[in-house]
């Protein structure tokens, strides 16, 4: 009986052991130690975002401090994230609170946010970053890497006109390509 058990141990450490995952480690060298800057926010219809009578298909047209987005990567699989300087500032006047964007002088709190980073294949990166502005939930994107370029596509609630009326952005669901190039 106790070498039927000692046989079973065998087997199952043998077992364990010799399993190993169909996922071979992934180069990620491309993408680490160097900083990926943002170079164009573009969306599929254009919008005024500054309200200077100019709609645009590229954010960055809008606001510059929109290029401040960046992301970069290290060798043991961190990520740190800086974001942009665009704030929303909302005005109370009364009973009325009104909307408009513009470029922060400082950086935006939390200016740069942690978290980590794996290799789905050759070409998709899956990040996780920690949001500390919502006490510790994180979010998870993809990027797609090709020909030194990192793109990020999103489908998010965005402003796509101004209510003159109300004060306020009127906004859609709209798809969002973020493009990075390395610093």
Not at 7 to 35: A, G, P
Not at 69 to 83: A, G, K, P, R, V
Not at 164 to 181: A, C, M, P, W
């Amino acid at each position: 009986m106790k070498k039927i058990k000692l046989l079973i141990k065998i087997l199952i450490v043998i077992f364990i052991t010799s399993c190993s995952s169909d996922d071979s480690e992934i180069d990620s060298s491309f993408i680490t130690d160097y900083s990926w800057k943002l170079i164009n926010y573009n969306l599929l219809q254009p919008v005024d975002l500054n309200l200077d009578g100019i709609a645009s298909l590229d954010m960055t047209e809008e606001f510059d401090c929109i290029k401040d987005e960046s992301f970069s990567f290290n060798s043991i699989d961190q990520l740190f994230y800086t974001h942009s300087n665009l704030v929303l500032i909302l005005t109370n006047g009364g009973d009325v609170v009104t909307e408009r964007y513009e470029c922060s002088e400082g950086p935006v709190y939390p200016f740069i946010r942690t978290g980590y980073f794996r290799m789905i294949n050759e070409n998709t990166i899956e990040i996780t970053i920690d949001d500390i502005l919502s006490n510790g939930n994180i979010f998870v994107l993809e990027l797609e890497y090709e020909n030194f370029i990192l793109t990020q596509t999103i489908t998010a609630n965005y402003p796509v006109s101004y209510n003159q009326d109300t004060g306020t952005y009127n906004r859609e669901s709209l798809v969002i390509e973020k493009v990075f190039i390395r610093d």
